[in-house]
């Protein structure tokens, strides 16, 4: 695991050689910070001026799902320039055939970054939700997140043949976003066209009770599995 440990290190160091990429890192924390104390105040001076008893607070949880599903597109967007800039250079090529391995490589620059990015937004939600969504909703949400920085990362991968590319596939990533609002905002079976992305799933999870709850969380990492396994995949035939 040495070798693993030791290109990990060199990953980070490249992240944080580039100012957007350091940036990108600590805006999870921004914006828990700006969620912790920005939409109470804004949600308390919107019914003192409209006189209405509630309108931002049923969606509290829509903000703390934003957190525990950005997290992972902010750290693997930080990562994939890393990624497609050392398969651009021929590094990757070098490191395939050192003791480090593909096998290596996948850990240090996808599963290693990934489980840092879970752990992260678990972290900031633990102190900076606003909504009253349980730690054991946040542990199983992490896990969600640890899976989907994986697959979503190989997939831009795949996609992008160079950085420009990669940044060009990264802003459609936010298409994840789309399946927690179809789940709030959408109350008939239409909301179920969403049913493609795990955030879907993992909302309705969080909305739900009872044995609708668990089909929906079961759904949910069903579909990251099915990605990770299909993206992985991919990963290895493009690299």
Known sequence: MKPVYISFERFIKEIFKDAMLSVISFLPVFLGALFKFGIPFLDAFLTAKTGKAVLLSPYYLLFDLTIIFSTPIMFGYAGLMVILEERDTGIFRYLSVTPLGIKGYLLSRLV???????????????????????????????????????WLVCLISCLASNKVEGLAFSKFSGFLILGPFAAFFIKDWIKYIAGFLPTFWFTEFCLSKGSYAVAALASSFALSVMYLALTVRLFKKAV
């Open 112 to 150: 290693f970054i990934s489980a840092i990015a879970a752990l992260y937004g678990f972290v900031v939600e633990l102190f900076c939700h606003i909504s009253e969504i349980t730690v054991f909703q946040l542990l199983v949400g992490s896990l969600f997140s640890f899976l989907t920085g994986i």
